[in-house]
């Protein structure tokens, strides 16, 4: 396989604090890896030592095999969680300054057209909403046209129409053959987007594999939930299946039989609900704690 | 490399001639500040004597003790007597008494404070000494007054070059770090001397474009003197705002909030303000305070200014503020490129 970027054992030290704590991952060539985990789990400091950003504690990066040089920043796109751009300055001469600190640059106008920012070409940044100024972030990362960009949060405070929209964008740039590394915490985000996803916690990747792959390997297919007083008291509960909170929930792995089965025995399906099981069930199963805790 | 550091100072640029609020103050501060001193000034408000005297204390406790013990007269010592004669041309002192053999006095016969401190001298009584020499000598010379508002200016546009280059990179830089700016730049292939270098060169044509134009506002206005080189008086304002800028850059270097560098910057400026002769003559300051003063940067931007535009010197004659400005902003710079952090 065709290894763009490798991490090989990462880990930063801040004072009191192991952020990274041993990762290894690698991204191939036109994959969307993603970094999925609550906030301060070490994602962004991860990110930030693939960028060039940090330097880390200890472990190393490869890009296309060697550590990474000067010329690495000519190769990536970096969109950051926070970034100011310099005051007084209108769309259009934000990404002509940054388009003139590389050597290669992307086709401006199509970059523009991409983004949907023709229409905000002369309007000063700060005047920009919130969506219109991750479309230009996302814009200056692209300036350079790079091989690997880097995503950091990019949907974070969007209202969801944005946010939709900003999702519609990022598969855009992949249908060109970028190849992405973002971090986020929605998993509807990393589930639509990404091929391949860590899940980090305290520092470490605790899972990784494609997101519905990773949720068949710790869930059955489904679940189905019966209200208790649904159960008919006679019959014992069946081996996988778990009462909480008011609610009889079975874990399945083909519906139809499951329910042959409580028709015959006489449960009330009045309002049984089938559930699939998402990353944000994997998240509270493999760490004991919500996504967005 | 060029190319880069040309987008830098051109968005910088564009960040301070935007500012309209920004620009306006830059400008018309000075400004306004001349024109306030030059109408405060405008009469011979002062009621006490200045009197320059050459020679040591104990000649003149034996000598002119009853002039000296004068109240309501401020005497000045005076080392360089051709110094002192030229400020009595300009009225800066109304009279100069050389103690140092047979007293001598230098008064200037246009200046009618300088008449007055005369009959002063020669009322004093205390030459009775020296009857046979028939009292000290005079020395007459003439010069029209300089007025408070033409020796001050020089020292109002160093003052707001230092202003402007201390928080225009100081303070700026701060900001940009606290807010992400250099992060992200900091992510492009720009490299820190590059960085800076835009900084520094953004500021510098800043900071002498906008002294431009408050030199000829207040020449239009005020119609002060300009009697030296033009070249010497653009390059001492160069070398001082380089050391200016230099000095803002490795304030900088490495501050994270801009509440730091802002206190940072008012404890560099104060001093300065104070203590470089901008407002008024360190002349008959203690020895402490001169020696404070003459360690500090604006001083020397401010002697050498005046000396141009007052005495008419040349490049010659400044070189060495010049040298000395340059030099200290080298250093300076260097020192804040070795500090530099993008975070």
């Known amino acids: 396989m065709d290894t763009l970027i490798e991490a090989r054992d990462l880990i930063r030290l801040y004072p009191g604090v192991r952020a990274v704590d041993g990762v290894s991952f690698s991204v191939r060539r036109g994959q969307c890896f993603g970094l999925l985990g609550p906030n301060g789990a070490g994602k962004t400091t991860t990110l930030e030592m693939l960028e060039g950003i940090q330097s880390p ?101 969007l209202d969801p129409q944005s946010r939709r929209n900003f999702w519609g964008l990022i598969e855009t740039v992949r249908r060109r053959g970028k190849t992405i590394l ?79 089965h409580l028709e015959r025995i006489g449960a009330n399906l009045n309002e049984l609900k089938v559930q699939t099981p998402n990353l944000e069930d994997l998240f509270l199963k493999l760490t004991g704690h919500t996504l967005r805790g | 490399m060029w190319h880069r550091i040309l987008a ?171 807010n992400g700016v250099l992060r992200r730049l900091k992510a492009t292939p720009l490299s820190p001397f590059e960085f800076l270098s835009a900084q520094v060169l953004s500021r510098l044509f800043v900071v002498l474009a906008a002294s431009l134009v408050v030199y000829v506002g207040a020449q239009w206005l005020l119609d002060f003197p300009m009697r030296g080189s033009y070249l010497a008086l653009v390059l001492i304002y160069t070398a001082g705002a380089l050391c200016m800028i230099s000095l803002g850059l490795m304030v900088a270097a490495r501050l994270r909030t801009e509440e730091l560098a802002d206190g940072v910057l008012n404890l560099i400026t104060w001093p300065m303000l104070l203590l470089s002769g901008v407002w008024f003559s360190m002349d008959g300051t203690s020895p402490a305070a001169q020696a404070v003063s003459q360690a500090l940067p604006l001083t020397h931007l401010v002697d050498g200014a005046r000396l141009i535009m007052i005495d008419g010197a040349g490049i010659a004659e400044v070189w060495p503020q010049i040298a000395l400005l340059t030099t200290l902003a080298l250093g300076l710079l260097a020192i804040a490129a070795r500090l530099f952090r993008w975070e």
């Open chain 1, 57 to 157: 504690t200890s472990g190393s990066i490869l890009y296309q095999g060697r550590p990474l040089d000067r010329d690495y920043r000519q190769a990536i796109g970096i969109q950051f969680q926070a970034t100011a751009l310099q005051d007084f300055q209108t769309v259009r001469e934000s990404l002509a300054m940054f388009a003139s600190l590389y050597r290669r640059t992307a086709d401006r106008d199509e970059l523009i057209q991409m983004c949907n920012l023709a229409e905000l070409l002369d309007r000063d940044t700060r005047r920009l909403s919130g969506g219109q100024r991750q479309r230009l972030l996302l814009a200056i990362a692209l300036v350079n046209d790079p091989a690997l960009v880097f995503l950091d949060e990019p949907t974070t405070g």
């Open chain 2, 8 to 178: 830098i100072f051109v968005a910088r640029n564009r960040e301070f001639y935007r500012d309209t609020a920004g620009l306006a103050w830059n400008i018309l501060m000075p400004i306004l500040m001349i024109v306030g001193f030059a109408f405060i000034f405008r009469g011979d408000a002062a009621d006490v004597f200045k009197i320059g005297v050459i020679g040591d204390a104990p000649d003149r406790a034996s000598v002119a003790a009853s002039f000296l013990e004068l109240r309501h007269v401020s005497f000045v010592p005076v080392a360089d007597p051709s110094a002192g004669q030229l400020k009595v041309e300009r009225h800066q002192l109304d009279l100069l008494l050389d103690l140092r053999a047979a007293p001598v006095y230098w008064v200037n016969v246009n200046s009618a404070k300088g008449y007055l401190a005369e009959r002063l001298l020669l009322g004093a009584g205390s030459f009775d000494e020296f009857e046979p020499v028939g009292g000290p000598q005079r020395q007459a010379v003439t010069g029209e007054a300089l007025r408070y508002a033409d020796w001050v200016l020089p020292g109002i546009l160093a003052m707001n070059i230092m202003f402007s280059s201390l928080w225009g990179v100081g303070w700026v830089v701060v900001r940009y770090r606290k």
């Open chain 1, 182 to 260: 973002l971090t986020t915490h929605y998993m509807e985000e990393a589930q639509r987007l990404c091929d391949e996803i860590a899940i980090v916690d305290h520092g470490q990747i605790i899972a990784q594999g494609a997101p519905l792959e990773l949720v068949r390997q710790h869930f059955p297919a489904a679940v189905i939930r019966l209200p208790a007083a649904a159960w008919p008291t006679a019959t014992p509960l069946p081996d996988r299946a778990e009462a909480r909170d008011g609610a009889i929930e079975l874990f399945v792995d083909e519906v139809a039989p499951l329910l042959e």
